[in-house]
C-alpha cells in the first residue's frame, strides 16, 4: 500500500465529521497536490509526496504517544481516534499547492558547482502557518476548539509565535504540545536527512 491508499484508508476509517467527504474530495481532486506535494524546500521530506508521507508519520508518532499509559492516566490524556486522525492527518494543508519545482546551485564534493531540483515556496494564500490550516479545514468541517489550537500551535516553540502564546496553548489545551511533540519526533528522527 502506497502512501495515498494508506492515508485514504485511514481518513476514512477514522474521520467521520460533517464535511469530512467533501475534504477528502478535494485532497483528491487536481486543484491540491496534497498527495505529491513536498513536505518542504530543503529539509524533511524534500521530494514528491513527502507531504503525505510526512503527515502519515506524525499520525504513527501522534497515536504511539498518546497510546502511553502514563499519558492516561497520569495526566487524563483521552482523545478520540477521530481527532487524534484530524489533527495529525490533516495539520499541514496549508502546504498544499505552495512548493513549485526550481533548482538551486550547489557544490559536489570537488568543489564543481552543480545545479540540482529543489522546490520553492510560493504562498498564494499567506495567513501563516498553522492558523491557515485552520482556516482552510474550518471551511469544510467543523473542530473542536482543542483540535483548532492542536493545529494552529503544532510548530510549538520552532515557529515564530509568541512563546507566551505557545505556552498559553500547550497548559490549556494539551492535544496542542502532544501534536508539536508527534511533529517534531517525525521531523527530525523519522525525517531527518544524514
Not at 6 to 24: M, P, T, V
Not at 60 to 68: F, G, Q, S
Not at 120 to 126: A, G
Not at 177 to 191: C, I, P, Q
Request: aromatic residues 14%.
Amino acid at each position: 500500500m502506497d502512501a495515498k491508499e494508506r492515508f485514504i484508508e485511514l481518513y476514512n476509517q477514522y474521520i467521520h465529521r460533517e464535511g469530512a467527504d467533501k475534504l477528502l474530495e478535494y485532497l483528491c481532486s487536481k486543484s491540491s497536490d496534497f498527495f505529491t506535494a513536498p513536505a518542504s524546500t530543503r529539509f524533511h521530506g524534500s521530494y514528491e509526496g513527502g507531504l503525505v508521507e510526512h503527515s502519515l508519520n506524525v499520525f504513527d508518532c501522534l497515536w504511539h504517544y498518546l497510546d502511553r499509559p502514563r499519558m492516561k492516566e497520569t495526566y487524563g490524556l483521552d482523545y478520540s481516534e477521530e481527532s487524534i486522525a484530524i489533527v495529525s492527518l490533516l495539520h499541514d494543508v496549508c502546504k498544499i499547492n505552495c512548493y513549485k519545482p526550481g533548482t538551486r546551485n550547489v557544490k559536489d564534493e570537488n568543489g564543481k558547482w552543480q545545479t540540482v531540483p529543489t522546490y520553492e515556496f510560493e504562498d498564494k494564500l499567506p495567513y501563516g502557518h498553522g492558523e491557515k490550516s485552520v482556516y482552510i479545514l474550518s471551511g469544510y468541517m467543523r473542530l473542536t476548539r482543542e483540535e483548532a489550537f492542536a493545529i494552529r500551535y503544532h510548530m510549538g516553540f520552532a515557529g515564530t509565535e509568541d512563546s507566551r502564546n505557545v505556552g498559553n496553548a500547550f497548559e490549556m489545551f494539551p492535544l496542542s504540545f502532544a501534536l508539536s511533540v508527534a511533529d517534531m519526533e517525525a521531523t527530525y528522527y523519522l525525517e531527518a536527512k544524514e
